[in-house]
């Protein structure tokens, strides 16, 4: 089971969708974070670049993952890497304001979230 399974059909149509190609940027470092994506099929690599211009990953993930949950409540919002697709990615995502109100309103979609966000963290 993935939290996208914790939805009704009426809240479904909060969710909206991005397929994105081998090698393709999904999120630029400095982008404002606005808000949380689900890795659905693919693999999403983080990475930033050290003083020395050096390339680091910061993160690798797989699907059913969430990326971009710690900044969307965070007053330091902008993301900190590069998101990169390594293989061709289907992500979905849930802006801020739509996010809360699933929060809100949906017990399990609640606990689902938090429960992934714990076992990240």
Do not use: R
């Not at 996208?4 to 190609?21: A, C, F, G, R």
């Not at 808000?35 to 211009?53: P, Q, R, T």
């Not at 680091?56 to 990169?84: Q, R």
């Amino acid at each position: 089971m993935n939290i996208l399974e914790t939805l009704t059909l009426q809240e479904k149509k909060l969710i909206k969708y991005l397929h994105v190609n081998q090698n393709q940027i999904v999120l630029h470092e400095g982008d404002i974070c606005n808000a949380v994506y689900i890795l659905i099929k693919g693999n999403i690599e983080i990475i930033s670049y050290n003083i020395d211009g050096n390339e680091e990953t910061i993160s690798l993930l797989n699907k059913g993952d969430l990326f971009a949950n710690a900044l969307i409540f965070s007053k330091k919002n902008k993301l900190l890497g590069e998101v990169i697709a390594t293989q061709p990615t289907d992500l979905a995502y849930i802006e801020k304001k739509d996010l809360i109100y699933l929060l809100q309103n949906n017990l399990d979609f609640l606990i689902y979230y938090l429960n992934l966000i714990s076992e990240k963290t």
